[in-house]
């Protein structure tokens, strides 16, 4: 091991217990309902708070790339729920993380290929209507025509891939999900 991994491994060691290239970190939490939304849903599934999918994503951003990363939550007490209730509404609450983050993600791309567009639409029209009297005219429309392109540009092709970058590295980190009651 060279010493900036053995110096990293010594820092989260702290944090993960390790099995070969597995890491395993328990998530520990009082009650089931601290992670539920209660304002968001209906009695058929419940709706997790941010609290659960923030851990998981802070716990992904310190671990190395090489460990694959094994989520143990630890409930002390289930309270009204059962075991496979729970894993059911994190089962749904992923499902619904996976949906929401497609839309915006559509609704990025639809953005930014509009202002693509509109840009282009504007740096056109400035060089047809070019005229000698108005040259502040022409420079401000075509800076805001060149802004739009540029904008939508970062957004459909920059922002995009950092997006789908971060969401294959927490998929590919995360091995599997485990749920289980604190012993007493």
């Known amino acids: 091991m060279r010493k900036s991994e053995q110096i990293e491994y010594d820092i989260i060691k702290h944090y993960f217990s ?67 209730e729970c894993e059911e509404i994190i089962r749904q609450n992923v499902k619904l993380a996976v949906y929401s983050t497609i839309k915006e993600n559509n609704k990025k791309l639809t953005i930014g290929w509009s202002l693509i567009g509109m840009g282009a639409i504007i740096i056109l029209l400035s060089y047809l209507l070019r005229n000698n009297d108005y040259e502040l005219w022409f420079d401000l429309i075509n800076i805001t025509g060149t802004l739009f392109v540029w904008e939508g540009s970062y957004m459909t092709f920059i922002e995009k891939s950092l997006e789908t970058k ?12 485990t749920i289980e009651e604190k012993e007493k």
């Open 18 to 84: 390790f099995e070969g290239d597995k890491a395993i970190l328990e998530l520990v939490y009082d009650t089931f309902s601290e992670l539920v939304n209660p304002n968001f849903g209906n009695d058929k599934i419940e709706k997790l708070n941010d609290k659960l999918f923030l851990d998981i994503k802070e716990a992904v951003s310190i671990l190395p790339r090489k460990y694959k990363l094994n989520i143990k939550i630890v409930i002390k007490d289930f309270e009204d729920y059962s075991k496979e």
């Open 166 to 177: 971060a969401m294959r590295t927490l998929a590919k980190s995360i091995n599997y999900i």
